[in-house]
């Protein structure tokens, strides 16, 4: 019987459009450009894997990096509220621009929202 995951509702096209809409407007935001390398290629290439697992899809991110251990590899970056929220704006209108809506994006950002949470590791008056 077919599996039903939010990655196969998504579909791998719309969720690399998704993650390369992010990356653009990441690349752009006056709060992450100064934590985030110039080139995102790479960077976007390991969030399609990791999204793809996040999502019930195949575990392509740790086949290849091991466990993800995600507030781990997010402590080398001063992680505030203000960039988490930056983050998630950025998430926001990428889903818009790939017109992604419904029940799938509720969910899918409600839980962007909680590991965002999850990964501040700075307090705003320390950047
Ligand atoms: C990597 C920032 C939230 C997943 C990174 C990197 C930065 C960053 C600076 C390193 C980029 C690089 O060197 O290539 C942030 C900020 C966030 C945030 C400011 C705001 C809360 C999230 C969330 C997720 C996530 C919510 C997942 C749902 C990842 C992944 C990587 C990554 C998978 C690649 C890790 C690796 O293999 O190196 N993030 N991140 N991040 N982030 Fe985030």
Redesign the pocket.
């Known amino acids: 019987e077919k599996m039903h995951t939010p990655f196969d509702a998504i579909g791998e096209e719309k969720l690399h459009q998704l993650i390369d809409a992010f990356y653009r407007r990441?690349g752009q935001h006056p709060?992450?450009v100064p934590?985030?390398?110039d080139d995102?290629t790479?960077?976007a290439r390991?969030?399609k894997?990791?999204?793809t697992q996040?999502l019930g899809g195949p575990p392509l991110?740790t086949s290849e990096?091991g466990h993800?251990m995600?507030r781990a590899?997010?402590m080398?970056?001063p992680?505030?509220e203000t960039?988490?929220?930056?983050?998630?704006s950025c998430?926001n209108e990428a889903m818009d621009e790939i017109r992604l809506d419904g029940r799938l994006r509720e969910d899918f950002f409600a839980?962007?929202?909680l590991?965002?949470?999850?990964?501040?590791n700075t307090p705003e008056n320390g950047v």
């Open positions: 990441v709060d992450l934590i985030f390398p995102l790479e960077t390991r969030q894997q990791f999204m996040y991110y990096h993800p995600l590899r997010h080398p970056f992680i505030t960039r988490a929220k930056a983050w998630l998430m839980r962007l929202v590991t965002a949470q999850h990964m501040i």
